[in-house]
């Protein structure tokens, strides 16, 4: 997997000073041992671990014994659990190409030379980037709740009552618009900086056979953005299967969303509020495998490049 | 990005004997299109700004976008809550992300500079054990962290959030992509021949040219470690070691004796989230985020 | 290839002796004032810590705030695993069996001769479990009823006194103004429902010897339930969350004219509607059966002494001045609080009415009244953290669905019984 270029010419000083990358690394490895492997295989011991009571009194007292794969039993025969990835799967349908599409769309209409009030609406967009995910759910949240709501305030003008955002099935639709939200700007600027990397003389080549500006967009820009589209959509898929933080936000305030709405909200509860750090150790296990599969089959079956070489 | 902006202009180019204009006529629709994106994402923004301004009874009585008449007071009691609690945090949030940033940004430049310059045993297993961890969700990370931090003793401590901060994935693998593009195997080379050494071509040479993606990195892990909530959470319990988004969100959590005090949570937010925009803004002309999506041009 | 798995299986033998050998070891403070930490919430807190830092210049005690219940009790667990928990902190009293199975709170009773005559049988049957003593009651939660007195005159509702009045009341309210409910049923209480089941007779758990009997779908608790489902069907009353945005926005409206659930209710409602100080009232809260006037608990919390205190001494010693002195009580009353102890619900007495009710000349006799008249006991089980979360879960799927509120008790009921044993207890399901 190594370059071709490093390897023609930099052979024999790699030979003579051999311990240079690893000083170079050491920092960054003992941290990422420290704080990233070790706490893994922590939780993967502490997945085969369970507490038990035994002795004497009404309480007992609790022991820490090994249960083998009790945990992982229980965790894939978990109704909570089992659920919660499909909850997941309808929030990601609406999540991750709504995010995709818009980020597109806001990046090929800031390319476009027929827009106006770019940098304005450019910096705009950006904004929620800097809006921590708590605050922006609080915030969502203000303007969900029917009596707080703006929106509902407009609808209940015109005698069409509120919208109810926050529960049925716009509840995803709602959760899902927090993290678009969110989102939609960072993934706007990957995607722009990509397109102001294409050679204007393509698109002006396009433009001189007749290609209309959506043309340009559809048949020129949009097929050289592609792996920028990829790296975005991996992103929004690892961020979905992470869903956390909006629908806890959120919990509070309505009856739709339980706390084991979402896979990492029951492992939250079993971890903090049921006090089973091993069961919670077992599903963050899978979870965190199921997140590698599903990306690198996402990688493989868009372009296998894309995160091999740089 | 913003400078890149006027730079482009595409030529005049003569299109079938009709003289082509300069500057395409603007069309209504696409700027619409484009105009209700931004009015989409400062909604919200607008509404805290506005929210901030009602008192206590305002804030559930009043039109949603009616500006208040409790901004002064709303300030003071929240610089006045537990003893000056917002200003420390805001401190704390600072720190983090600020400390903790550069320390990222200088840790992976390094590293991914390794990574990209040098061909030593283990590069790839290194390398993909870095990619494999970008996949990991952080709540799984959260409670083994916490339980190790308390064996050395470090949990609670100011320590127990920055260090796990420094190391990014994420920073690494930008910064390998970077420096396999900016960092030209050839001008390392002229430096050895010129007697340096490892170290010296690395500061000399390599960080010139790798500053670019060490803002780029350096903002990600600011905004990163600014938002991040969780770590955080589970780490300390101190609420004067809190950052603002514990803070901001304990002010909203507040147990059963206690009424839940939005009024301060929100015009803490609105206080938090402009001194951040503004950072945004003011750096985001020196970022070069195409690097993000720079290792997939191939 | 190779270097990789090394590394791996070096990173995991570090992780495991690092998980064999845990120490919770701190140096102890030689000499000087020893510091004790203090994990607490609600802003009562400050007033207490400040008045014993002034009178016990050798034990200083330092306050966080940790969060509320939920958040605290959850970090207490995880501190204590970790050898990192306080000295001293505030637990729930139905979150404290827990925290005993968990290894939290630790047997003070050697430290506590005479205490348990500051408090009544039933408030110290909170904290006394076979004979071992595992905190200091601190404030309690008599069930009452605070109302908006205001909008109970301008609808012409009178204050009721039987859930049988409390259902015709609630009709009554929902014909002159279908935009305002009588009172909110709110389906992730599960404190609230258990002190209303308790009140009706309920005993959920109850153990006899080692063996554990779990009771919350009884046929009294179905009955409760029963009752609740009833209204918010008939759409009688609103069933949502309280405290959010738009409960509070309702309530400022005047939309909300009542809350059923115990005695701090009025500083929460202050917090929430400081302006409509002056129309809020307190009454004893409904009955179930005619004539009667027994109240449970809902909340109301005792201060433990942690088994990873170095000075459980002291630490217990804080905690039974903060309850039982007179400046303690004193703290805590001006915050609205009140105290567990017959010591400082007798203070109460000469306070002034709580700023929410300042009309309500005899709020402080009222409320002694209702504290005089609560069950006997009441008694927790080891795993109510885990009966609170499948409870809100079933309850708020319930209210959505709109399905039967006696099958979400008995969900709870299952949920409770399978983690307990689950954890190895000797259970009797009901």
Known sequence: ?310 | MAALDTATTPAPAPVRGRPHPRRPRAKVLPTAVLLLGALYCLVPVAWVLVASTKSRGELFSTFTFAPGTGLLENLRDLFAYGDGAFPLWAANSLVFAGVGAVLSTLVSTAFGYALAKYDFPGRNAIFYAVLGGVLLPGITLAIPQYLLMTKIGLAGTYWSVLLPSIISPFGIYLSRVYAGAAVPDETMEAARIDGAGEWRTFTAIGLPMLLPGMVTVFMLQFVGIWNNFLLPFVMLSDERHYPLTVGLYTLLAKGSGEPALYSLAIVGAAVSIVPLIALLLLLQRFWRVDLVSGGLKG | MRTRTTAVLAACALALSLGACSSGDEPAAADGPITLDYWAWGTAQDGMVEAWNASHPDVQVRKTDAGGSTDSSAKLLTATRAGDAPDVAVVQYDTLPAMIVGGVALDISEHTDGVAEEFTDGVWSQVEFDGAVYGIPQDVGPQAMVYNEQRFAELGISVPTTWEEFRTAAEQVRAKDPESTLATFAPGEFGAFAAMAQQAGSQWWTVDGDTWTVDIDDETSREVAAYWEDLVDRGVIDAEPLLTPEWNAKLAAGKVLSWPSALWANGVINGVVPEQAGQWALAPFPQWEPGNSAVSFQGGSAVVVTTSSEHPEEAAEFAKWINTSPEGSAAQISAGQYPASLSGQELTLQSEPPVQSPQQEDYWEVAQRIAGETVPEVSWGPNVNVANSAFQDAFNEAVTEGTSFTDALAATQEAVVADMEKSGFTVDAG
């Open chain 1, 1 to 310: 997997m190594a370059t071709a270029r490093p390897v023609a010419a930099a052979a024999p000083v790699r030979r003579r000073r051999s311990l240079a990358p690893y000083l170079f690394m050491s920092p960054g490895l003992v941290l990422f041992v420290a704080f990233l492997l070790v706490p893994m295989c922590y939780a993967l011991w502490l997945s085969l671990r369970g507490f038990r009571v035994s002795g004497p009194g009404p309480f007992g007292v609790r022991e820490e014994t090994f249960v083998g794969l009790d945990n992982y039993v229980a965790a894939v025969t978990s109704r909570d659990f089992l659920e919660g990835f499909g909850r997941l799967a309808v929030y990601g349908l609406i999540a991750v190409p709504l995010t995709l599409g818009l980020a597109l769309l806001f990046a090929l209409l800031l390319d476009a030379t027929t827009t106006r009030a770019k940098r304005f609406s450019r910096t705009a967009i950006f904004v929620p980037y800097a809006v921590p995910g708590v605050i922006a759910s609080l915030l969502w949240g203000f303007l969900y709740l029917p009596t707080t709501s703006p929106f509902s305030d407009v609808t209940q003008a015109l005698g069409l009552g509120t919208i109810p955002f926050l529960s049925g099935t716009s509840l995803y639709g709602s959760v899902a618009n927090i993290a678009i939200w969110g989102g939609v700007g960072f993934n706007m600027i990957i995607i722009y900086t990509s397109l102001r990397g294409i050679p204007v003389e393509i698109q002006e080549a396009a433009r001189i056979d007749g290609a209309s500006e959506l043309q340009v967009a559809l048949r020129v820009k949009v097929p050289l953005v592609v792996p920028a589209l990829v790296l975005t959509g991996l992103f929004a898929l690892i961020g979905t299967l992470q869903v956390y933080g909006e629908p806890t936000t959120l919990q509070p305030m309505t009856t739709s969303i339980s706390q084991t709405w979402v896979p990492l909200m029951t492992i939250y509860r079993d971890a903090f509020t049921r006090d089973d750090l091993p069961l919670a150790a077992a599903a963050s296990v899978l979870l965190a495998v199921g997140t590698l599969v599903v990306s690198v089959l996402l990688l493989r079956t868009t372009q296998r490049r894309a995160f091999g070489e740089g």
